[in-house]
């Protein structure tokens, strides 16, 4: 299975490119048609008086017909590609998983503290090690 990769970041909801210990992990979500009207790909809203893209807006909009879908709601049916390196087994591999993040403990090690974060998580396809992409903490 050949994942297709993105010509821009134009056509992409989420992009990253993450460099671990001893392996790597590059992930993108395509945007999806309108639901209603199949027409355009869905987006962020953008704003009217500069033109640019509302990037911490709650919602999703068609630019067609002005369909607009809730995020969480939207980004539940969309679909992750990965490409990685597993930091364990050095095992290259390309995978296809559905786009929802979990809460899930991290151990601080500075502090020796857990906290919570969002993350997608996918097993490696030769040793079935959890791997996780971990949304950037503020």
Same mark, same amino acid.
């Given at each position: 299975?050949?994942? @297709?990769? *993105? ?15 001893? #392996?790597?992990?590059?992930?993108? @979500?395509?945007?999806?048609?309108? *639901? ?6 869905? #987006?962020? *809203?953008?704003?009217?008086?500069? #033109?640019?893209? %509302?990037?911490?807006?709650? $919602? ?10 809730? $995020?969480?709601?939207? $980004? ?16 290259? #591999?390309?995978?296809? @998983? *559905? ?23 996918? %097993? ?15």
């Amino acid at each position: 299975m050949a994942l @297709v990769e *993105p010509k821009s970041m134009d056509e992409c909801v989420y992009f990253t490119n993450r460099v671990l210990d001893k #392996g790597k992990i590059r992930c993108w @979500v395509f945007k999806e048609k309108c *639901p209603k009207c199949g027409k355009s790909l869905m #987006g962020k *809203p953008r704003d009217p008086k500069t #033109g640019k893209i %509302q990037i911490r807006a709650k $919602e999703y909009k068609c630019p067609e017909c002005n369909y607009t879908l809730p $995020e969480q709601e939207y $980004e539940d049916t969309l679909t992750a590609n990965i490409q990685y390196t597993c930091p364990y087994c050095s095992h290259d #591999g390309e995978i296809q @998983v *559905p786009f929802k993040r979990k809460k899930i403990q991290i151990l601080n090690e500075e502090t020796g503290t857990k906290k919570a974060a969002e993350s997608l998580r996918f %097993q490696c396809q030769k040793c079935n090690k959890n791997l996780d992409i971990t949304k950037k903490m503020k």
